[in-house]
């Protein structure tokens, strides 16, 4: 988590807890260190954020502080709620628990006569999904995507063939029957679409590929672009042939 993404937790706990918060529960919920978040609290306090309190005790925030407005329209309300819960379909446990998470702080600072679709009952997405795989993890994947990063990745073909391949991974494709990981695969040197559940092992090695993903992505793209209008021009053709 980076440190401004860190810093805007820690404001968000604290407006929304009942009492005082110890420096150990808010790094147990953010997976830092006690002394990560000391020096957190002492940065905001040093930007005037209201935070009283000391180490062993626990911080509260002073009352009426408030983040600057969201200034969303009702339709953009809407979009987000739609949005939001579409994007819990995909099985990716990360990106669900995101998920809720900015759903209540959406909830925490639109104005009241906004508020009304992000309770999800006057918008509501079925949640047929496909079950995250078990063997992948996908916030690792995704992370391994932003820190371009190569993966040493052991396959299965739709036969069951195995096989081991090095991969630059630069997308996750979140289709409604499963997910795939685009990427540029070192065995073939082209690209790849790796179906998740396919996915028996994989690790990360020291390797990146730094600087070289959005080209990928773009190159990528152009192909999977032209290889799309190819079949539908095929498919024209065969319905008027």
Same mark, same amino acid.
């Given at each position: 988590?980076?440190?401004?993404?860190?810093?805007?937790?820690?404001?968000?706990?604290?407006?929304?807890?009942?009492?005082?918060?110890?420096?150990?529960?808010?790094?147990?919920?953010?997976?830092?260190?006690?002394?990560?978040?000391?020096?957190?609290? =002492?940065?905001? *306090? #040093?930007?005037?954020?209201? %935070?009283?309190?000391? @180490?062993? $005790?626990? !911080? /509260?925030?002073?009352?009426?502080?408030?983040?600057?407005?969201?200034?969303?329209?009702?339709?953009?309300?809407?979009?987000?709620?739609?949005?939001?819960?579409?994007?819990?379909?995909?099985?990716?446990?990360?990106?669900?628990?995101?998920?809720?998470?900015?759903?209540?702080?959406?909830?925490?600072?639109?104005?009241?006569?906004?508020?009304?679709?992000?309770?999800?009952?006057?918008?509501?997405?079925?949640?047929?999904?496909?079950?995250?795989?078990?063997?992948?993890?996908?916030?690792?994947?995704?992370?391994?995507?932003?820190?371009?990063?190569?993966?040493?990745?052991?396959?299965?073909? =739709?036969?069951? *063939? #195995?096989?081991?391949?090095? %991969?630059?991974?630069? @997308?996750? $494709?979140? !289709? /409604?029957?499963?997910?795939?990981?685009?990427?540029?695969?070192?065995?073939?040197?082209?690209?790849?679409?790796?179906?998740?559940?396919?996915?028996?092992?994989?690790?990360?090695?020291?390797?990146?590929?730094?600087?070289?993903?959005?080209?990928?992505?773009?190159?990528?793209?152009?192909?999977?672009?032209?290889?799309?209008?190819?079949?539908?021009?095929?498919?024209?053709?065969?319905?008027?042939?």
């Amino acid at each position: 988590m980076r440190r401004t993404t860190r810093l805007f937790e820690v404001i968000q706990l604290l407006r929304v807890a009942r009492k005082p918060v110890t420096a150990e529960a808010i790094a147990t919920q953010l997976e830092v260190t006690k002394r990560t978040i000391y020096r957190d609290i =002492a940065s905001l *306090q #040093a930007l005037s954020v209201p %935070i009283y309190g000391e @180490a062993g $005790i626990g !911080y /509260v925030m002073r009352a009426g502080y408030d983040l600057p407005p969201l200034m969303l329209s009702i339709e953009e309300v809407e979009a987000l709620v739609v949005a939001l819960g579409l994007l819990e379909r995909t099985g990716d446990k990360g990106l669900k628990a995101a998920a809720a998470s900015i759903r209540a702080k959406v909830a925490t600072v639109l104005p009241v006569a906004t508020r009304q679709p992000i309770d999800r009952r006057s918008l509501y997405v079925p949640q047929w999904i496909t079950p995250e795989p078990v063997t992948v993890d996908l916030a690792a994947i995704r992370q391994a995507i932003r820190d371009e990063r190569k993966l040493s990745l052991h396959y299965a073909d =739709a036969q069951g *063939q #195995a096989t081991e391949r090095i %991969i630059r991974p630069i @997308a996750i $494709i979140y !289709y /409604v029957e499963v997910m795939h990981i685009a990427a540029w695969c070192e065995l073939r040197q082209d690209f790849r679409s790796f179906r998740a559940d396919r996915i028996v092992g994989y690790t990360l090695t020291e390797e990146r590929f730094e600087g070289e993903g959005a080209r990928l992505r773009e190159a990528w793209q152009a192909r999977h672009e032209h290889d799309s209008a190819v079949a539908g021009s095929r498919v024209m053709a065969w319905r008027f042939s």
